[in-house]
């Protein structure tokens, strides 16, 4: 049987059937541009021919691709598409995978086995299983693009087993160790950057998520007392403000300040980390403030596991069951040892 796809052109629609040649075995695409209907009309005829035994099928595109040909390809793409951050990591993927084929390799030569081949390799240098799995996504979604640019017949990256990533843990703040970091701080006179702390700490918001140009005036409201975040793939969540937070962004906006945390992300990776030092609070970074927000809820049953889901914003539910497993057997079995005094 064929298959029709709809794929995106400037000029008119335009229809790709892909098919395996009943004497190559190999599959084979098709460009058409027409309707929907002419296209449909098309496959059928394609079909009857291939049920007929009639095998005189050519494809016009006799160019020879490369892997340095998909990758060119797509880092513009990318960067006319994506932010900054993502195009250098999916940089650093392409670096990794060409290290690996050394340097270069015709994309008809791309099989399973090369990408399992790698997933393998990877695993070898000590890259964590979590990482391993980022870069197949990226790949999978590089020879996707491929595939829609005539480039490349199959995504071998399907049917690739991810690596089994172990439990995270999750390392979030104590509250003794948030007294030595804010006397840290204070200690330095820092006010400002102490707010930029607090906020993150009651927010659950990711390091960029409070900074220009993703964090300005406009996405505090402080009629509704919320405020707006900007998050991965330009997902948009509302945060209501707490009385901390509603105080600390008033102070802020009454001294005039053009933004309400004007900081660039490396320098308050290295402050937040500076200041963590200085407290002797080892293993966290400025993540862990995050992670202390979600932390400091479920612990105290302040929220469930949806309200968290959704305050941090993950895709899923079972993003935040795998970051606060552990959390979540303590809060199940206190659950279960209340018992004891009801029955």
């Known amino acids: 049987m064929a298959t029709?796809?709809?794929?995106?052109?400037?000029?008119?629609?335009?229809?790709?059937?892909?098919?395996?040649h009943p004497r190559t075995k190999k599959f084979v695409r098709k460009v058409v541009h027409c309707?929907?209907?002419e296209a449909e009309m098309i496959k059928k005829k394609i079909e009857a021919d291939i049920a007929l035994g009639i095998f005189d099928i050519k494809t016009n595109d006799k160019r020879v691709y490369?892997?340095?040909?998909?990758?060119?390809?797509?880092?513009?793409?990318?960067?006319?598409?994506?932010?900054?951050?993502?195009?250098?990591?999916?940089?650093?993927?392409?670096?990794?995978?060409?290290?690996?084929?050394?340097?270069?390799?015709?994309?008809?030569?791309?099989?399973?086995?090369?990408?399992?081949?790698?997933?393998?390799?990877?695993?070898?240098?000590?890259?964590?299983?979590?990482?391993?799995?980022?870069?197949?996504?990226?790949?999978?979604?590089?020879?996707?693009?491929?595939i829609k640019w005539e480039l490349i017949?199959?995504?071998?990256?399907?049917?690739?087993?991810?690596p089994k990533n172990d439990l995270i843990k999750v390392r979030f703040l104590t509250k003794s160790e948030l007294t030595r970091l804010f006397k840290a701080i204070d200690d330095e006179g820092n006010d400002h950057f102490k707010r930029l702390v607090l906020a993150y700490l009651h927010t659950g918001a990711r390091r960029?998520?409070?900074?220009?140009?993703?964090?300005?005036?406009?996405?505090?409201?402080?009629?509704?007392?919320?405020?707006v975040l900007q998050g991965k793939g330009n997902r948009v969540r509302y945060i209501p403000m707490n009385d901390t937070l509603n105080e600390i962004l008033h102070k802020i906006k009454e001294e005039g300040s053009e933004y309400p945390f004007d900081y660039r992300p490396d320098f308050v990776?290295?402050?937040?980390?500076?200041?963590?030092?200085?407290?002797?609070?080892?293993g966290a970074n400025c993540h862990s403030l995050r992670k202390t927000f979600g932390c400091l809820l479920l612990q105290n049953n302040i929220a469930e596991l949806y309200t968290v889901s959704k305050l941090l914003g993950h895709t899923t539910i079972k993003?935040?069951?795998?970051?606060?497993?552990?959390?979540?057997?303590?809060?199940?079995?206190?659950?279960?040892?209340?018992?004891?005094?009801?029955?």
């Open 208 to 227: 960029i998520e409070l900074l220009p140009p993703f964090f300005t005036w406009e996405n505090v409201d402080f009629k509704k007392r919320q405020i």
């Open 4 to 20: 029709i796809t709809k794929v995106d052109r400037k000029h008119g629609e335009t229809y790709l059937i892909g098919f395996s």
């Open 66 to 146: 490369y892997w340095s040909d998909l990758e060119k390809k797509y880092i513009h793409y990318s960067k006319m598409n994506k932010s900054a951050k993502t195009v250098k990591r999916e940089q650093d993927v392409f670096k990794a995978f060409r290290r690996f084929v050394r340097n270069d390799i015709l994309l008809s030569d791309i099989s399973m086995d090369t990408i399992e081949n790698y997933k393998e390799y990877r695993l070898t240098e000590n890259i964590s299983p979590a990482t391993v799995s980022i870069e197949l996504r990226i790949l999978k979604t590089v020879f996707n693009q491929g």
């Open 153 to 162: 017949e199959k995504n071998y990256v399907r049917g690739i087993k991810l």
């Open 35 to 37: 309707s929907q209907r």
């Open 269 to 282: 990776t290295h402050k937040v980390g500076y200041y963590l030092s200085k407290a002797c609070i080892k």
């Open 319 to 343: 993003t935040t069951e795998k970051y606060y497993v552990d959390l979540l057997d303590e809060n199940y079995r206190k659950s279960v040892c209340g018992l004891d005094e009801l029955i």
